[in-house]
């Protein structure tokens, strides 16, 4: 069998196995390495309805990455998918009035990161042993709330890595900073910057694909890798849950094996959404894929136009994680559509970050038509979780309630009964205070009163994750401008 290659959506000449993808993180031309071809996976619904998480996750990363041996896959699993999830299942799936949650909240910070990121420490120090490499790897990331510390909570104290984090200062809920802030293991550093995600991410990039920068690295042993969903080693864990979900549902009876089903996603990098779109390649029956974004609803704007247009205002909001205008990931469906043709997706990014937009033409029609969009503006989240909470009795976070919003949205305009399951991407013990207030319309809680409101409202019990956050010490206090990042990193590795 052929080894399956991952190509940078920049240059068709640039093709590297899983492993390498996995320990490069960002190709060096800027692009991202994606697959030209899908592995063949056996879906067997009748097999699978009784297979555990984990040996879901085994069948569809043994396809994606196949130059790891079994051992090395069986490895990577169960040291990620063990008791630091709070619940057997990994990823339940709750059934709720007209729709499926699927909760991917159930790790060590409580948001979806942690299904991906618990694993990559675990790929990455096993890449690196397998290609012999002596470096040390240095983990750069922007974050706007979840994958920074998902990301450290994984690599804290690994041998052989450092992790940088860079988070925009007054762009995370508070919970979300703290959790970051006081993060230890002595090779975790956060940095806040005065600027947004976009900023964050841009200047990360610029500097993976800094020649002079990466060769001061390599002189001293170094070389950087992402934990970001660039990675393709963050993407492919995010496939398992979507097969992992259809499973379930022909488990418990909601569905026939066969019969298709949509996901709605809440979207700000595109990664997760995208993870969708792979499972459906590799033959999950997926019927739509919404696309639910918040105010910043650049790419509802692109799906309805096919213009993709970044120049617009950037708006905080309550669904910090989804406060993008960027969307890192949607390069490879970009690069998908035009049936993978990395000269034009490189004209396409190039033409964005010159003139701050480009229009997509000649495009695979069938691709773009699995997809629907919409956003949800912060009233009609707010009365979404209101609106939950009365049907059910259940809380969702904001990110969840944007998604939920926007599938509603869907069904009304389309008259779509298919069964539909809705990614609950955090928990909403990680917004208390706008989960509360959505409920109760009481206002001006702190983060910790609302916690503990939360915990009467949702008869959920505060999770380890935010459980003694107000007192734990902070450990990182750095804040510098968004052009002084590379100064900030240099300084941490002593170049």
């Known amino acids: ?8 959506t920049r240059d068709a000449n640039n093709t590297v196995t899983a492993s390498q993808a996995i320990l490069q993180g960002l190709a060096t031309d800027g692009g991202l390495f994606t697959p030209t071809s899908y592995p063949q996976v056996d879906l067997d619904f009748d097999k699978l309805q009784n297979a555990s998480y984990q040996e879901v996750a085994k069948l569809v990363l043994s396809a994606f990455l196949d130059d790891f041996t079994e051992e090395e896959l069986d490895y990577c699993i169960n040291h ?3 008791s630091k999830f709070d619940d057997v299942a990994i990823a ?5 009035d007209g729709q499926y949650n699927l909760e991917l909240f159930h790790g060590n910070t409580i948001a979806f990161k942690d299904m991906a990121l618990s694993i990559l420490p675990y790929f990455m120090t096993t890449a690196a042993k397998k290609h012999g490499l002596e470096n040390k790897i240095v983990i750069l990331t922007a974050t706007s709330g979840d994958t920074g510390k998902a990301a450290m909570a994984g690599f804290a104290d690994v041998p052989g890595t450092e992790i940088i984090v860079f988070y925009p200062k007054d762009g995370v809920s508070k919970v979300q900073e703290l959790q970051m802030t006081t993060q230890t293991g002595a090779n975790t550093h956060v940095v806040a910057i005065d ?18 920068l990466r060769e001061k690295l390599a002189a001293n042993n170094l ?17 398992v849950y979507y097969v992992y979900a259809y499973a379930q549902l022909v488990k418990t009876g909601e569905i026939e094996a066969g019969e298709k089903v949509n996901f709605t996603v809440p979207t700000g990098n595109f990664g997760n959404i995208l993870a969708a779109f792979y499972a459906k390649q590799i033959g999950l029956p997926v019927g739509k894929l919404i696309c639910a974004s918040n105010e910043n609803n650049v790419l509802t704007d692109f799906f309805k136009t096919r213009v993709y247009d970044k120049k617009r205002g950037f708006k905080v909001t309550t669904s910090p994680s989804m406060d993008i205008l960027v969307s890192s990931n949607l390069e490879r469906l970009i690069f998908h559509l035009l049936g993978n043709d990395a000269g034009k997706t490189k004209e396409l990014m190039d033409s964005l970050s010159t003139s701050g937009q480009y229009e997509l033409t000649g495009f695979d029609t069938e691709i773009l038509d699995l997809f629907a969009a919409a956003y949800a503006t912060e009233a009609e989240t707010a009365t979404e979780i209101k609106r939950v909470y009365d049907a059910d009795n259940y809380i969702e976070d904001p990110h969840t309630a ?3 919003a926007v599938f509603k949205k869907y069904q009304a305009e389309t008259g779509d009964e298919a069964p539909t399951v809705i990614a609950s991407t955090a928990s909403p013990y990680k917004f208390p205070v706008v989960a509360v207030e959505a409920v109760t319309g009481k206002a001006g809680l702190s983060d910790f009163e609302a916690l503990a409101a939360l915990q009467t409202l949702s008869g959920v019990a505060v999770p380890p994750a935010v459980d003694g956050l107000e007192t734990a010490p902070v450990r990182h206090k750095t804040v510098v401008a968004a052009d002084e990042m590379q100064k900030a990193v240099e300084t941490y590795l002593g170049l």
């Open 80 to 82: 990620a998918y063990d």
């Open 402 to 404: 944007v998604a939920s």
């Open 1 to 8: 069998m052929m080894t399956l290659l991952y190509q940078s």
């Open 223 to 239: 070389q950087f890798s992402s934990a970001n969903s660039m990675n393709i080693g963050r993407l492919v864990p995010q496939i």
């Open 195 to 212: 600027g947004n995600f976009d900023d964050a991410q841009t200047n990360v990039k610029v500097m993976f694909n800094d020649q002079a």
């Open 92 to 96: 339940p799936l709750v059934k709720l």
